[in-house]
C-alpha cells in the first residue's frame, strides 16, 4: 500500500496568523468603539458617525490600493482572482488602516484620512513586497506623513485643552510645560488621563481600556509583553528621574503626562509590537523597547516637538534588521551578558533623559503664568494669604496690562525672555496684617523675608480714592542670598464695601511710583539707599514703600541668611 | 533568565487514550512469517552478517555485527536465512538490501547469553550490557553500552519515562507490565555507572505507571519516580535533565553528572542480563485518526509494518505513515519495511495540505526552540544563501523536533528547512575542514 508523503511535524498548532491578527483587530475594535461612544456622546451626532466612517473611509482606500498592488504585480497571471481575494485578506492591510486611523483625531478632514492610507498601504507596505515585508510600521509612516503634510486644527466648539488655541493635550503640555513640569493643566488630571475622557486622536486618549487590551492580547500571546513592558517601564522610569533631577512638585502627575498624553499606551500596545518591524530574539525586543521610550523622551522633553511617539517608532524600526543581525547566540546562553546588556541600556537610558532635562531647564522647574514661562514661583505662607503665586523677577517693571487696566496688581516681574508680565489676578485677599514680617516659603525651603507697612495718611493726595476705613498696604520681600527684591508691593484695603478687597484703580502716582522704581533700580542695587535716591510725587504712598524696604533688610540683616 | 530565553515547550493534544487502554495485540512468529534486518546502521555504516543463506538459526543467535559500534545483533525467530532482499529502510530513506530469516514457527531458543548479578564487578556488568546489543528503545537507536563505558562523576541515572510524542504509549504499557525488570535494570545501570541514585521520570497524569512502580519501590531508598509535566519535548534528554536537575550541559548528560536511559532500555538491560536471551519481541504503538483499532503490537524485530498494520485492522482512509511520532518522524511512501529495535510506533494520519503565508517575524518559532535557536533567522539566512550565517546562527544544535514548525502561525516548514540548512552546513563545514 502506499502513503501520502508529506513533511515533518505532522501536528501543527491552531493558532494562524489571520487568527492573530483578528484579535488584534478585536482589541483595536474596543478601542474603536470607546472613541465611537465617546464621539457621540460628547461632540454630538456628527462627529459621532464620522467616527464610523473616517474608519470605513480608511479601511475601504487600504483595500483598493491593494486591490491595485495585486493587479500590477500579477498582470499576467491567470489566478488574479483568487490572488487578490487571497491578498484582501492575507496582506492585512485592514489592520493598517484600523491602526491609522485610531492614530488621528475624529475631526480629521476625509481627503487627509484617505492620502494617509494610500501612502500607509502603497509606500509603507506594498512597495517593500507587501505584508512581512515592510521595514516601517505602514500605519506609523501613514500617520507622520500626513502629520508632517496637514495640519489638522481643532474646530470650534471642541471642548479640548484650549479652546482658543485648539491646543491638544500633547501640544498644551508642550507650549505650557515644554514637556517639563508637573503644572497641573486643567481638564487633564490623572483621572482624566486614564480613562480618556478628553479629546485626542481617536484611540490614544483611552489609556486604561488599552492597557487591558494589552494584557488581553499578551496572554493570547498575540503581541509580545516585552517591548511594551520595557518601553513604559523606561518611560516611566526616566520620566521619574527626570522629577527627581529638575525637582519637580508632583512627579506621579508628570509620569502620567509622559504615559498616558500623546498616544504613548497606543503605540506600546498595538504599533511597537508589530511582529514585522521588530526584532524576532527576545533580546531584541528587549532593546527594542527600550530604545523607543528613551526616543519617545528625548523628543518630548529635547525638542520643540510636541509629540514623540510616532519618530520613535519610525526611528526604532530602522534598528530592528541590526539587532536581527547581531543576536545570534542561543537564546539560552549567556544570560549575564544580556542582562548586563539590557539594564545597563535602561540605566544609560534614564540617565540620558535626566541629563538633557537638566541641561535644558537648569534643575528647576518651570513655571507658565499666564502663557508665560517664569523661573520660579514662591508661596506665601499663611497668615499673608496675599498672593499665591508669585514669580521670581530680578526688576521691577510694568507691562501692558499696566496701562490697559489701570494699576490693577500693583506687582510685576521679569520673565526669562526678558518680556514683563504682571501678576496673576486671581488672588484672594484676606485682612491683611500690616506691622509684621513674614517668612517666604518655597515648600518646607525658606528662601526671604517680607515686611508689611500700613500707609494711612496723605494717600489720597496721591491719587488714591480712599473711603472711610481703607486703607493702603505697601510690602517688600526680599530673598536671602541674593539680596534681591522678590516682590514689591502696594495695594489698597477696601473696608468701605463691608469686604476687603483690593482696590479697583490707582492713580498716576502710583503709576510714576513704578516707573521710577523700574527705571532706577537694578538687580544689583536693590537697597534702602537706592531706594532713597529716588524722587517720586507720589510722597506718601512711596514713603510707606520706603519704609517697608528698610524695615526687610533690616530683618535681612538680623536674621543673617 | 526567563526575559532572553526561548520558553522551549508546550503542551501538545496527547492523543495517548486511544492506545492506553486497548488490549495489546500479539504477532506470533508462525511458520513462513520472514523477518528483516537491514545491512545499513542508521547512520549509513554497513552491518556485517556472520550467518549465510541456507543456516539455520534460532531465537537468540548472534547473526551479525554493527561495524561502527560493538553492537551484535541476535535473530528474533527461529528458522532459516534466505537470500538477500530489497526492502525499504525508513532509518536510511532508501531501499536496501536486508537479510531475511523465515520463521519455521517453532521458536527455539538459543544458547542463552552469559548472565551476571547484581554482585559481579562493574566491568562485568559492562561487558554482558555490551553482549546485549541494545541500542536506545525511545527512537534514536544509540549503543546503549557507549553511556556506561567508564563513565566519570555520574550521580543520577535517570530513567526516561516521559514519552512526550503524540500518541505514542509504548512505555507506559510496558514500564506497567514489568516493573521488576524495570527496578532490576536500575540496579545494574547504576551498578554499571557507579550513580548514586534513580529517578524514574515520567509524566504527569500518568498514575497507572507510577503507582505500579511506586508499590514495588518501597523497600528501594535509592530509586524513585518523579513527575515532570505534560510538554513537549519533555523527553529530550536536554530539556529532562534541566526539569531534573537544574543543570544544563553542551555536549553529553555526564557534564552534569547524569547518564540516561529510555524506560524500555532499561527494561531490557533488566531482562537480557538476568535470564541471557537476548531481546527478541518489541511492543509499538499503531495509532493515529485513520488507523481503525489503534492499540499496541508486540511483534518479533524484524516484523514488517504491513503486517502489523493489517493485524490492527488496517486504515480508513488515505493516510501518512510515520514510523515514530508525529512531531519527530518523517513519513515514508511504503509500509514494506522492518521494525527494529528502536521503533516505538507507527502512526498514520490523515494527510492534511498546509498553506505557508508570509512569514510575521514574530518569533514565535525563536520562543518555542528546546535548544535556543532562531529557526526564523536560520531560514532567511538560508533562503539567502548564507551558509556562514546559518552556523553561525548555530544551525548544527538543531535536534529537529518539530516544535518551530509546530508553533508558526503562518504554518511555514521551518523544520524541513532547518533539516536542509543542516545539510548544506554540514557540506559547507567538511569543505572547509578539508581545507
Not at chain 1, 63 to 82: A, F, P, Q, R, S
Not at chain 1, 219 to 243: D, K, Q
Not at chain 2, 265 to 270: D, K, R
Amino acid at each position: 500500500m502506499n502513503y501520502v508523503q508529506t513533511t515533518a511535524p505532522y501536528l501543527r498548532r491552531k493558532k494562524t496568523t489571520l487568527q492573530i491578527m483578528i484579535d488584534l483587530a478585536i482589541g483595536l475594535g474596543i478601542i474603536w468603539v470607546l472613541a465611537i461612544v465617546m464621539s457621540f456622546l460628547k461632540l454630538g451626532n456628527g462627529y459621532g458617525l464620522n467616527s464610523i466612517f473616517l474608519m470605513l473611509t480608511s479601511i475601504g482606500v487600504t483595500l483598493v490600493c491593494d486591490v491595485i498592488t495585486t493587479i500590477l504585480k500579477n498582470k499576467k497571471d491567470k489566478e488574479l482572482g483568487k490572488k487578490i481575494v487571497y491578498d484582501l485578506i492575507h496582506n492585512y492591510s485592514w489592520i493598517t488602516a484600523m491602526i491609522f486611523t485610531l492614530c488621528c483625531p475624529v475631526w480629521t478632514p476625509y481627503y487627509v484620512i484617505i492620502i494617509g492610507s494610500i501612502f500607509a498601504t502603497v509606500i509603507g507596505k506594498n512597495v517593500f513586497g507587501g505584508f512581512g515585508k515592510n521595514i516601517f510600521n505602514p500605519a506609523a509612516a501613514g500617520r507622520l506623513f500626513v502629520l508632517l503634510c496637514f495640519s489638522i486644527p481643532t474646530p470650534e466648539g471642541i471642548k479640548g485643552i484650549d479652546a482658543t488655541t485648539g491646543a491638544t493635550i500633547t501640544t498644551a503640555i508642550n507650549s505650557k510645560l515644554n514637556w517639563l513640569g508637573s503644572n497641573a493643566i486643567p481638564g487633564f488630571g490623572i483621572k482624566e488621563l486614564l480613562f480618556g475622557t478628553y479629546f485626542g486622536a481617536m484611540g490614544e486618549v483611552f489609556t486604561l481600556a488599552m492597557l487591558l487590551v494589552g494584557i488581553f492580547l499578551a496572554v493570547r500571546e498575540v503581541i509580545n509583553w516585552r517591548i511594551p513592558a520595557f518601553y513604559l517601564g523606561t518611560i516611566t522610569l526616566s520620566a521619574l528621574m527626570i522629577s527627581l533631577v529638575c525637582g519637580f512638585n508632583d512627579p506621579i502627575l508628570y509620569v502620567t503626562y509622559h504615559l498616558c498624553a500623546g498616544g504613548a499606551m497606543f503605540a506600546a500596545i498595538f504599533m511597537l509590537t508589530d511582529p514585522v518591524t521588530t526584532p524576532t530574539s527576545p533580546l531584541g525586543n528587549c532593546l527594542v523597547g527600550i530604545l523607543a521610550g528613551v526616543m519617545t523622551v528625548l523628543i518630548r522633553v529635547g525638542t520643540n516637538n510636541p509629540e514623540g511617539v510616532v519618530y520613535s517608532i519610525m526611528v526604532v524600526n530602522t534598528f530592528s534588521p541590526m539587532m536581527d543581525h547581531f543576536i545570534t547566540k542561543k537564546t539560552n546562553k549567556n544570560t549575564l551578558v544580556k542582562s548586563a546588556v539590557t539594564f545597563g541600556s535602561v540605566v544609560a537610558s534614564i540617565a540620558l533623559c535626566a541629563g538633557v532635562s537638566y541641561s535644558k531647564n537648569g534643575g528647576r522647574e518651570v513655571y507658565f503664568v499666564n502663557g508665560f514661562k517664569v523661573e520660579e514661583y514662591y508661596e506665601y505662607i499663611e497668615p499673608l494669604n496675599l498672593r499665591n503665586i508669585n514669580a521670581k523677577g530680578y526688576t521691577i517693571a510694568k507691562t501692558e496690562a499696566f496701562e490697559d487696566e489701570g494699576l490693577y496688581a500693583p506687582t510685576y516681574y521679569k520673565l526669562l525672555d526678558g518680556t514683563l508680565v504682571n501678576k496673576v489676578p486671581e488672588a484672594e485677599y484676606e485682612e491683611v496684617q500690616y506691622d509684621k514680617e513674614y517668612l517666604v516659603k518655597n515648600g518646607k525651603k525658606d528662601i526671604g523675608v517680607m515686611y508689611c507697612v500700613k500707609v494711612e495718611q496723605g494717600v489720597e493726595a496721591d491719587g488714591y480714592p480712599i473711603k472711610g476705613n481703607d486703607y493702603c498696604i505697601a510690602y517688600v520681600a526680599i530673598e536671602f542670598n541674593t539680596n534681591a527684591i522678590l516682590e514689591i508691593s502696594l495695594y489698597q484695603v477696601v473696608q468701605s464695601t463691608g469686604t476687603n478687597s483690593e482696590g479697583e484703580c490707582f492713580g498716576d502716582a502710583y503709576t510714576e511710583m513704578v516707573e521710577k522704581v523700574v527705571n532706577n533700580l537694578e538687580y544689583d542695587n536693590l537697597t534702602p539707599e537706592a531706594f532713597d535716591e529716588i524722587e517720586c510725587n507720589a510722597t506718601y504712598s512711596f514713603d510707606g514703600v520706603k519704609k517697608a524696604v528698610k524695615k526687610a533688610y533690616e530683618i535681612y540683616a538680623k536674621e543673617g541668611r | 533568565m526567563i526575559l532572553f530565553r526561548s520558553v522551549g515547550r508546550r503542551h501538545l493534544q496527547g492523543y495517548k487514550e486511544l492506545t492506553k487502554h486497548s488490549a495489546i495485540v500479539t504477532l506470533e512468529a508462525s511458520e513462513g512469517k520472514l523477518v528483516y534486518f537491514p545491512t545499513l546502521a542508521p547512520n549509513g555504516k554497513p552491518i556485517t552478517y556472520s550467518v549465510k543463506e541456507g543456516d539455520e538459526v534460532k531465537v537468540g543467535t548472534k547473526i551479525g555485527q554493527r561495524t561502527d559500534f560493538e553492537v551484535p545483533l541476535y535473530s528474533s525467530v527461529s528458522g532459516k536465512v534466505l537470500a538477500n532482499k530489497n526492502v525499504f529502510s525508513p532509518q536510511v530513506n532508501r531501499a536496501i538490501p536486508h537479510l531475511v530469516i523465515e520463521s519455521d514457527g517453532k521458536n527455539e531458543k538459543a544458547v542463552p547469553l552469559k548472565t551476571v548479578t547484581l554482585d559481579d564487578s562493574k566491568e562485568d556488568i559492562f561487558e554482558a550490557i555490551k553482549q546485549a546489543g541494545i541500542v536506545g528503545m525511545g527512537g534514536a537507536g544509540f549503543p546503549t553500552y557507549v553511556k556506561y563505558n567508564n563513565p566519570k562523576g555520574i550521580n543520577t541515572l535517570i530513567v526516561n519515562g516521559v514519552e512526550c510524542e503524540p500518541f505514542l504509549t509504548t512505555d507506559f504499557v510496558t514500564m506497567q507490565q514489568d516493573v521488576d525488570n524495570l527496578i532490576l535494570g536500575c540496579k545494574y545501570l547504576m551498578k554499571a555507572s557507579e550513580a548514586k541514585n534513580t529517578i524514574i521520570a515520567i509524566k504527569v497524569h500518568k498514575d497507572e505507571v507510577k503507582d505500579a512502580i511506586n508499590a514495588k519501590l518501597k523497600d528501594e531508598p535509592t530509586i524513585k519516580v518523579q513527575e515532570v509535566p505534560d510538554v513537549y519535548p519533555m523527553g529530550w534528554e536536554k530539556v529532562l535533565i534541566k526539569e531534573i536537575t537544574g543543570k544544563e550541559y553542551e555536549r553529553l548528560p555526564a557534564e552534569a553528572g547524569v547518564v540516561i536511559n529510555n524506560g524500555q532500555s532499561v527494561i531490557s538491560i533488566g531482562q537480557v542480563l538476568s535470564t541471557g536471551e537476548p531481546i527478541s519481541l518489541r511492543t509499538i504503538t499503531v495509532s493515529g485518526n485513520v488507523i481503525k483499532n489503534p492499540t499496541n503490537v508486540v511483534c518479533p524485530i524484524g516484523t514488517l509494518a504491513s503486517e502489523i498494520i493489517e493485524a490492527v485492522g488496517g486504515t480508513t482512509d488515505e493516510a501518512t505513515l510515520i514510523p515514530g511520532g508525529p512531531m519527530c518522524g518523517r513519513s515514508v511512501k511504503t509500509d514494506e519495511f522492518p521494525i527494529l529495535m528502536q521503533m516505538g510506533s507507527l502512526t498514520l494520519l490523515k494527510p492534511v495540505k498546509i498553506v505557508e503565508e508570509a512569514c510575521l517575524r514574530c518569533g514565535s518559532c525563536t520562543m518555542h526552540c528546546p535548544a535556543g535557536l532562531q529557526p526564523v533567522e536560520i531560514r532567511n539566512a538560508f533562503k539567502a544563501k548564507d551558509t556562514e550565517r546559518t552556523i553561525k546562527l548555530n544551525v548544527m544544535s538543531c535536534v529537529e523536533c518539530g516544535m518551530c514548525s509546530y508553533s508558526c502561525p503562518s504554518k511555514i516548514q521551518l523544520t524541513e528547512t532547518m533539516k536542509n540548512a543542516k545539510t548544506v552546513a554540514r557540506f559547507k563545514m567538511s569543505q572547509q575542514q578539508k581545507k
